[in-house]
């Protein structure tokens, strides 16, 4: 297992069009995250599933955010008619439950996503 | 949220002990502290954490104040490649549910050759 995967790595896109993110967390994580993160910040969180349920949202993440995790392994992330704003990177990262095994977070090396 | 306050920067010479402190005055008695780094260009990656008492691991220790209300991570002897954004972030114990990490800014350490 080589870790959290994230596809792409980069993604320029121009304002109003839809993108989407893909996931692979590691294999034996039911618990998958995602955050967002502009430049000189730390990440803020997106959103979280355990297995395939979606657990929390953040108020961040508005109408145009979509997030699934049909069958509880790859996660997917869509943001439609994208925004200048919507420009950041965009990390996942998975983790094992339940409680007590959960303190690590692994993080994928995220899709940095530019809207022009 | 309890909330934490680490200065901007640090610079360490290579091959000496490094201490990167944070305050979290506010903190609640099930609040376990966490402390993540970021290399530059990749995603953050988790370093250690504790609840009370000093904790070690092969990456670093942690130091926390008898009253929790300030910790110290402890890189033994930093080297280029611990050169990094450091994060120190509160979660409650009891959260489950709401499992997210609050991060501020952290701490940009800065690895003198």
Known sequence: DTGVSQDPRHKITKRGQNVTFRCDPISEHNRLYWYRQTLGQGPEFLTYFQNEAQLEKSRLLSDRFSAERPKGSFSTLEIQRTEQGDSAMYLCASSLGPRGQSHEQYFGPGTRLTVT | ?113
């Open chain 2, 1 to 113: 949220d309890a909330k934490t306050t680490q200065p901007n920067s640090m610079e360490s010479n290579e091959e000496e002990p490094v201490h990167l402190p944070c305050n979290h005055s506010t903190i609640s008695g099930t609040d376990y502290i966490h402390w993540y780094r970021q290399l530059p260009s990749q995603g953050p990656e988790y370093v250690i954490h504790g609840l009370t008492s000093n904790v070690n691991n092969r990456m670093a220790s942690l130091a926390i104040a008898e009253d929790r209300k300030s910790s110290t991570l402890i890189l033994h002897r930093a080297t280029l490649r611990d050169a990094a954004v450091y994060y120190c972030i509160l979660r409650d114990r009891y959260m489950d549910s709401n499992y997210q990490l609050i991060w501020g800014a952290g701490t940009k350490l800065i690895i003198k050759p």
